[in-house]
Every structure is written in C-alpha cells, then in structure tokens.
C-alpha cells in the first residue's frame, strides 16, 4: 500500500534562507509523486510531479525536489525563502491501483520570519 | 480563463438541513474529484467521476452523494445523514482518469454547521 509521512507539521525560516521540507514515501511500485501548497483558506497549487523520469524535479517558484528511491525520500527545497512562501505543502504519492487515487501527507505549514 | 470554480465560498447551515456545495469547470476535463479537509490533515477523497453520467465512492463517501449530468459539473450534497459536515470541501478536475494525469483544485467552500 502506497503512503506518505511528512516528517515536519511546522517548519520556521528567516527570509532569504534555505527551505526544506521532507516527505517519506512508502510504495511497492515506482511512485508518481507529487507537492501541492495551499495558501490559507485557498485550493491547492501544484508545485511538481515526478513520474519515474529526472530524479530532479523542478517547480514553480523557484521550488524544487530529489526523489531518492534508496531513501524513499522526495524533500522539496528553495535556495531562498520568500515571504509569499509562507503556506501549507502537501507531499503526495498517487496509488497505483486502478483507482489512481492521490494520498496526501498531513501537510507542513511553512513560516517565513522577516 | 480557464478554471475551476465553487461556490460559495462560505456557507452555513444547521444541523439536520441538507445542503449542496456547487463546481464547476471550464477547462473541458473529464475527470472530477470531491475531497474533504479537516484542520491539521491532509484530504481525503469523497467522490469521484471518470466521466459525465459515472461516478465512484472514495474513501469517505458516507453522508455524501453527488451527480454528473453535464462534463462541466459536479455538485456534491452533505447529506443529514453526514455526522461531522464543518469542513473546508475541494473540488478538484483532471484531463482524464488516470496514472499521469495531475489534478487542478479550485478556491474551496467552507461549510459550518450548527
């Protein structure tokens, strides 16, 4: 069964550093792999996908994520926090039954400090 | 502009009132999805339609019951019969049903009962 653990429910930057938020993935097959975030009160933005091609995946907003199969990891990074990155991300692995259903992760609230 | 769209944005009800929550796409994709969100989690799936005249159960359709008579719509009703309805709920569309295709999620409607 396919699921994921976001290690982190708060994650607090100061702007102009380093974000990383870390995601764990459990899959029996090669995972589609997914990070979403959600600003307060809105729907959710797709940021990336990884499905079995680059294991370097790069998003929007400057975001990126490594998926590691040997770590079942996929952390989502940015070199430099902005103050509009402050929001919830979800990690999300997609079954891989015929349902193709997403699970989500429990979500990290991130906080950019001026 | 292409989008998904759900109104409203807040609605109030009472206890023992059925109530539906309204989507609507533009962005001609067959697939739609209802998703719950509950402080502190991730969603969860309530319903989903392949395709016009078809849906399927998700995880917690109980309490719940949707339509698809048109591509472009699927509204979803909380039933009385739904024990905890304060949500924030997702409406969310993809190309087609399936492994590569990602999901695009419209703003949300926040339900409170009482």
């Known amino acids: 069964a396919q699921s994921v653990t976001q290690l982190d429910s708060h994650v607090s930057v100061s702007e102009g550093t380093p974000v990383l938020l870390r995601c764990n993935y459990s899959s029996s097959y090669s995972p589609s792999l997914f990070w979403y975030v959600q600003h307060p009160n809105k729907g959710l933005q797709l940021l990336l996908k990884y499905t079995s091609a680059a294991t370097l995946v790069k998003g929007i907003n400057g975001f990126e994520a490594e998926f590691k199969k040997s770590e079942t990891s996929f952390h989502l990074t940015k070199p430099s926090a902005h103050m509009s990155d402050a929001a919830e991300y979800f990690c999300v692995v997609r079954r891989m039954d015929s349902s193709y259903k997403l699970i989500f992760g429990s979500g990290t609230r991130l906080l950019v400090r001026p | 502009d292409g989008g998904i769209t759900q109104s409203p944005k807040y609605l109030f009800r009472k206890e023992g009132q059925n109530v539906t929550l309204s989507c609507e796409q533009n962005?001609?994709?067959?697939?739609m999805y209802w998703y719950r969100q509950d402080p502190g989690q991730g969603l969860r799936l309530i319903y989903y339609?392949?395709?016009?005249?078809?849906?399927q159960k998700g995880d917690i359709a109980e309490g719940y019951s949707v339509s698809r008579e048109k591509k472009e719509s699927f509204p979803l009703t909380v039933t009385s019969a739904q024990k905890n309805p304060t949500a924030f709920y997702l409406c969310?569309?993809?190309?087609?049903?399936?492994?590569?295709?990602?999901?695009?999620f419209g703003p949300g409607t926040r339900l409170t009962v009482t």
């Open positions: 962005l001609n994709h067959d697939a």
């Open positions: 339609s392949q395709i016009v005249n078809d849906f």
């Open positions: 969310a569309s993809s190309i087609e049903f399936g492994i590569t295709y990602e999901q695009y």
